[in-house]
């Protein structure tokens, strides 16, 4: 399988320690999300997978992080999904991997949202309130992953009435533009907000002449996939975290 755009995740959402272990990316931040704190098979090289697993479970304890494993759905995945199961590891977190092979611009501009070239002390404060982010030593991992972004990003915020309303990013890499992080506050979904950041983004991205996106999506939120669906996204694969129970 081609695991282009796991490669580009990992850049576009940086963990803050990352190890290398015969093809398997152990990614580490504090355990601020499953994205940025799990063992990824990306490449296979030895095929010891239980020696691999018990090495990689050793890591993660050590440094006080629950072990979480990333698995693809890939033949190449097949038979560390089954040894994992066997394990006791659950099953949790079904993910959709979708492409645009054509951005479709915004029709009206980009009226009430604010575009920034990179992380405004602003756009962190907005996604902070967004997610309802207090602990003053989460903020401190978030601002430090967020740093670690080195390719070319577009930063959206919405705001009103000297109110936040909802964030996300893009980040640009091999001719792609990646979302993440899109959200609205929850007392102002319902009103087309979430739409506007994604397109807004988008064509910001095409204007630098990018015409291909991705991004993921739980697979389970429907709203959110129908609205990229009518955006022009397609499913290309699947992914699932397995935890131990």
């Given at each position: ?12 959402w ?5 190890m ?16 940025a704190n ?10 010891d ?10 890591i993660?304890?050590k440094?006080?992080l629950?072990v979480i ?12 999904d089954?040894?994992l199961e ?6 949790i ?8 092979k ?7 501009g ?15 404060k907005?996604?902070y ?5 207090i602990?003053?030593?989460?903020k ?10 080195k ?17 996300g990013?893009?980040?640009i ?8 992080d899109?959200i ?16 807004t ?12 996106a ?9 709203v959110?996939?129908k609205?990229?669906?009518?955006l ?5 694969y ?8």
């Amino acid at each position: 399988m081609d695991f282009t755009f796991e490669e580009l995740t990992m850049n576009a959402w940086p963990s803050i320690q990352t190890m290398v272990f015969d093809g398997w990316i152990l990614r580490m931040a504090n355990g601020y999300t499953k994205r940025a704190n799990s063992i990824i098979p990306l490449y296979t090289f030895d095929n010891d997978i239980h020696g691999k697993i018990k090495y990689s479970e050793g890591i993660f304890r050590k440094n006080n992080l629950p072990v979480i494993f990333k698995i693809i759905g890939c033949n190449e995945h097949n038979e560390i999904d089954q040894t994992l199961e066997k394990m006791g590891y659950e099953h949790i977190d079904l993910t959709s991997v979708q492409i645009c092979k054509k951005i479709i611009n915004a029709e009206n501009g980009y009226n009430g949202i604010f575009i920034d070239k990179g992380f405004s002390n602003e756009w962190i404060k907005c996604f902070y309130d967004c997610n309802e982010i207090i602990d003053l030593n989460i903020k401190g991992t978030i601002k430090t992953m967020l740093d670690n972004v080195k390719n070319d990003l577009i930063a959206v915020y919405k705001k009103e009435n000297n109110k936040f309303i909802g964030c996300g990013y893009g980040v640009i890499e091999k001719g792609y533009i990646g979302l993440f992080d899109i959200i609205v506050k929850n007392e102002f979904r319902g009103n087309g907000y979430g739409t506007k950041i994604v397109q807004t983004i988008l064509s910001k991205a095409n204007e630098q002449g990018i015409e291909k996106a991705y991004l993921s999506v739980v697979d389970n939120n429907v709203v959110a996939k129908k609205l990229y669906k009518k955006l022009g996204f397609n499913e290309i694969y699947k992914y699932w975290y397995r935890k131990k129970v």
